[in-house]
Every structure is written in structure tokens, then in C-alpha cells.
């Protein structure tokens, strides 16, 4: 009898998979075929990375159609193709496609309740706050705290075991923003270079490399939210939590009572807590927990990646070390924000990264009513999740001839003018633009200036050569990390 209701409870699973996965072919929209039970993501994350899927597909029908549907499981999501669809999105029809597809526990986990996160009208009123803490004169402000971190990573990175042998910068430059943010965001200041079990450090690596256990439910949470509402999953576990809203509790406290300012972001969220504006306790917690999110993978990543593309063209890395020294000399040997503002080579490269190796790889929105394809009879239905695939418009030799070489020459001032709009967006583009696009891309340039005054970046025999992605990571990692060769300058 047992056996007869296995039998039928998974006879009926699998028809009800099979309609769920008849989504697309009703609507007219080409689309992989799905598998049972994992729709379009089997194999990712075993086998290969998200954004390697989806650029194998994007390849495969961006001359058909406007945009090609998959099955996060049984859940119908589409991802664009035609660049003119992805100005719809992100602009000129912004008011279909304001919001981001993520489920949020907003009472049991708290940090996520961010500006990231937030949709509708909940996300004009913290946007309308937050704004102004990052103009570029609040940005500059934050200069000095950036600066002296860079200095304490050169002078670890000088001791002599480092440059003796192969060595896995991944975790170095992680370190670095990782104490960079923590004292932006939070007000602490940590020592984690070469002190991988600092408290603030350890919480971080979870948070970005979280254990396969938390992996898979965290991409439950994704892929069916419905299912994560009803068991009231969190992508945080407690500890996160509770490490980050004590830390907050304990500097505001601290800074009222002893009557501390601070030229950081921190004091930037108190000020606007205690100003006409208001800005609640919890709002304060999810939006420096965003801040540190953002900042900490946007500078880490690109800083690897720069490096690693460095040491594979060392006629690159030698004209853009030229350049630093060039313009320092005319800034008495100081790394200023003016002098980082003058330096255009580095900013030709850095853009040239964030092409090839873009921190967030696909944007996610949510259709929230039903809206047309223009010139098509293709409707996307309201409530659909819609992806838009940066690291493949980046790689599409449509945009960029030869794609996959490093030229930062792509960036000059000429071929800036010639672009396509809407064929680089490294942090997205239109009203739900990175809102701190500006401190990512200071301190990522600070870090990329002082590494190459004092050090030579050159590949070793660990070094990935093709670049080969971890396939469990959230975002572009290098497979078993980054791994080159530093020598002393």
C-alpha cells in the first residue's frame, strides 16, 4: 500500500512539473529545455557558475528573440537579449520593472530589509535619504580611513614570506576591504591582514562563502520564495544577525554619549537617524549591513581581477604603474582623490575589468504588472523575474570585438563615445543605479595605486589560465582562488 502512494506521489509530482513547465511554450517565448526536478539550474552550481549558464544560452538566442525563458525549479523567470528590451527595463518602462525578485523575511531577518531589497514606495522614501550620503564631497571625506588601510595591506604584503613564493591574494584583498568597511560602516577599527580568525572577518567569509548547507538553502529562498514564506527560511542565520545589530547598538551608543563624530559612513546614517528625516534603528542595522555588502565584494573582486589580468599583460601593468608615478610626482609623491581623478589609465583599466569580470553578473527586477514586448507579440506576464545578463552583453563580441582580450583601450575617450548605451553596466543603470558606485571604484583605485607602487604582479604555476569560475559562489570567483606571483618593487 506504501509503495502504491509513492508511486502516485510521484506520478503526480511529475505531471505537475511537466505543466508548470509548459509556462513559456504557451506564451510563445523560446526557452531550454527545463529537467525534473530542478528546471533550468541543474548542474549550476555543481557544474558550472550561474553566469556561465546564462551567456551559453544568451549566446545561443540572442539573434531569435528579444529574451528566452527558464524554470528556477518550477517558477517561470526570463532573461533579456535585446538591448533596446533592456532600456524598457531598467528605464524608459521603469514603472513595470521597479522592483527586485527577492523574498525577504523582513520581521525574522532584518538585515536584508535593505535599500537593495526594498520595492515601491518603501524604496523611494530610503533612496531619497541615503542619496545624499554619497556625493562625492561625502565620499572624499572617507578618503583618509581607505588610504591608511591601503598603507597597512602594502606593509603586510611586504614582509618577506609574501614575496618569496605563490601567493592566494584573494584573501588579501578581501581583507583589506573587509577592514575597510568595517570601519566605514560600523565605526570599528580591525586588524584581520593575516588574522583570518578575527571575529569581523569570520562573519564575512560566512556571509560570502557561506557552507554548502547554507548554499542550498539560501538558493531555495531564491528560486521558491513561496516555499521559503511558508517555512519562514532566512537568508541570514542568528548569529549574523545578532553579530551585526550589536555592533551597530554598541557604536551609536558609544558615539551619543561621548559625543563622537566621525568622517565616515557610520555617522552618516546617525546623522540622518537624528535629523527631521528619520531613520529607525533597524533601518540604520540593514542599510550599513548593504553598505558593507556592497562595498566589501564590489572593491575585493575587481581589485583580483585587475591584478590577474595585470600579471597576464605586463605591458598594461607597466604603463599604468608609468602613469601613477607620473601624476603623483606632480602631487609630491601623495595619493590624493585629485591626483586619482587625473589618472585616466587607471580608470581605462578598471572599466576594462568590470567589462570582463562585472562583481554583479546579472541584474535581477520583477515585472509587476503585465507589459508587451514593443514590435512583438510576446507579453510578460506580472510577477515574473526578469534577468538581465551584464557579464554577457560585456563578453558579446556584438559590443566588443574579441571579448575575451584585455584591452583596456576600449575605455579611451573615442570608443567611450562610440558605445552602444546599455552595453556596459557594471552597476547597473537607471533609477535602481548602485547608489555607491562612487566609494566602490575610490577604493578599489586607492588599493590598485599603492599595490603597484611597491609590488610586481606576475603569473605562477597556480595561476588559472583560462580564468575558471567556482560554480557554487554567488558571485564571479576565481576557482580555488586567485593565486600569482608578488614581487617587491
Not at 142 to 160: C, G, H
Not at 211 to 220: A, G
Not at 458 to 485: D, E, H, V, Y
Request: charged share 25%; proline share 6%.
Amino acid at each position: 500500500m506504501i509503495l502504491y502512494i509513492i508511486l502516485a506521489v510521484i506520478f503526480l509530482l511529475y505531471f505537475w512539473f511537466k505543466k508548470k513547465h509548459l509556462f513559456w511554450k504557451d506564451r510563445g517565448f523560446i526557452y531550454p529545455e527545463p529537467s525534473i526536478p530542478l528546471g533550468s539550474l541543474n548542474g549550476i552550481g555543481v557544474k558550472e557558475h550561474f553566469s556561465e549558464y546564462v551567456k551559453r544560452h544568451y549566446d545561443l538566442y540572442k539573434n531569435r528573440s528579444p529574451a528566452f525563458g527558464m524554470y528556477l525549479v518550477a517558477n517561470p523567470a526570463l532573461v533579456i537579449t535585446d538591448i533596446e528590451l533592456i532600456k524598457d527595463v531598467m528605464v524608459r518602462q521603469f514603472e513595470s520593472f521597479h522592483e527586485r525578485h527577492f523574498y525577504v523575511n523582513k520581521k525574522a531577518d532584518p538585515l536584508w530589509n535593505n535599500l537593495f531589497t526594498a520595492g515601491g514606495q518603501e524604496w523611494k522614501d530610503l533612496r531619497a535619504k541615503l542619496s545624499p550620503t554619497f556625493t562625492s564631497g561625502r565620499i572624499m571625506m572617507m578618503f583618509p580611513i581607505v588610504s591608511e588601510v591601503a598603507d597597512r595591506m602594502v606593509e603586510y604584503l611586504k614582509q618577506p614570506s609574501m614575496t618569496q613564493g605563490d601567493l592566494e591574494v584573494k584573501e588579501i584583498f578581501s581583507s583589506f576591504t573587509t577592514e575597510v568597511i568595517a570601519s566605514v560602516a560600523f565605526g570599528l577599527d580591525i586588524h584581520c591582514l593575516g588574522n583570518p580568525d578575527n571575529e569581523f572577518r569570520r562573519v564575512t567569509k560566512f556571509v560570502f562563502d557561506p557552507p554548502v548547507l547554507f548554499n542550498l538553502k539560501n538558493f531555495m529562498i531564491f528560486a521558491l520564495p513561496t516555499v521559503a514564506k511558508f517555512f519562514n527560511m532566512v537568508l541570514s542565520p542568528q548569529f549574523v544577525t545578532d553579530f551585526f545589530m550589536n555592533t551597530v547598538r554598541a557604536n551609536m551608543e558609544y558615539r551619543e554619549k561621548n559625543n563622537v563624530r566621525r568622517n565616515d559612513f557610520f555617522q552618516l546614517l546617525l546623522d540622518i537617524k537624528n535629523s527631521d528625516v528619520g531613520l529607525s534603528f533597524n533601518e540604520m542595522v540593514a542599510n550599513s549591513f548593504l553598505f558593507f555588502s556592497a562595498g566589501f565584494e564590489t572593491s575585493s573582486s575587481a581589485i583580483t581581477f585587475c591584478t590577474y589580468e595585470l600579471a597576464l599583460n605586463q605591458d598594461i601593468q607597466d604603463r599604468l604603474r608609468d602613469e601613477i608615478e607620473e601624476v603623483l610626482a606632480k602631487h609630491n609623491g601623495e595619493v590624493t582623490y585629485d591626483a586619482i581623478s587625473e589618472m585616466k589609465y587607471l580608470d581605462m583599466v578598471l572599466s576594462e575589468t568590470l567589462r570582463r569580470y562585472p562583481v554583479i553578473d546579472t541584474h535581477l527586477r520583477k515585472c509587476v504588472k503585465d507589459y508587451k514586448i514593443p514590435n512583438t507579440n510576446l507579453v510578460i506576464p506580472a510577477g515574473c523575474p526578469i534577468f538581465i545578463p551584464v557579464g554577457a552583453v560585456h563578453n558579446d563580441e556584438k559590443y566588443f570585438e574579441d571579448p575575451q582580450r584585455f584591452d583596456p583601450e576600449r575605455f579611451n575617450e573615442e570608443n567611450t563615445k562610440k558605445r552602444i548605451p546599455y552595453t556596459y553596466m557594471p552597476f547597473s543603470e537607471g533609477p535602481r543605479i548602485c547608489i555607491g558606485l562612487r566609494f566602490g571604484t575610490m577604493q578599489a583605485k586607492i588599493g590598485l595605486i599603492k599595490l603597484l607602487r611597491n609590488f610586481k604582479f606576475i603569473p605562477c604555476s597556480k595561476t588559472l589560465i583560462p580564468m575558471k569560475f567556482a560554480p557554487n559562489s554567488g558571485f564571479q570567483s576565481p576557482l580555488g582562488g586567485m593565486w600569482l606571483k608578488v614581487e617587491a618593487i
